[in-house]
């Protein structure tokens, strides 16, 4: 796999609409998502993936991905599934 460097992108403006107004203060997947922005860079990976091959997910949304299945204990199913109907993942 190789690594096509992306920034995070920023919220579409209906999602983070709807998001605050079921979450006025947040959720910690909220909150961690923003704080990603300045942890996790993809340049920060670049030297583990390959120069050549099919692009792969970009790092920094696997990582705060796992970190929010670590924090709820759920399979790798109910992660996938959160990643897909949770606002707050969104």
Do not use: C, H
Request: hydrophobic fraction near 40%; avoid cysteine; charged fraction near 25%.
């Amino acid at each position: 796999m190789s690594l096509k460097i992306q920034p995070l992108v920023p919220i579409p403006e209906e999602t983070a609409r709807v998001a605050q107004l079921a979450f006025p203060k947040g959720t910690v997947a909220t909150k961690l998502r923003d704080a990603f922005q300045q942890l996790y860079q993809d340049e920060s990976f670049q030297t583990l993936y390959s120069r050549r091959g099919p692009p792969a997910f970009s790092p920094w949304r696997l990582a705060l991905v796992t970190v929010l299945q670590f924090m709820e204990n759920l399979s790798d199913r109910q992660a996938a599934d959160a990643v897909r109907g949770r606002i707050d993942w969104k």
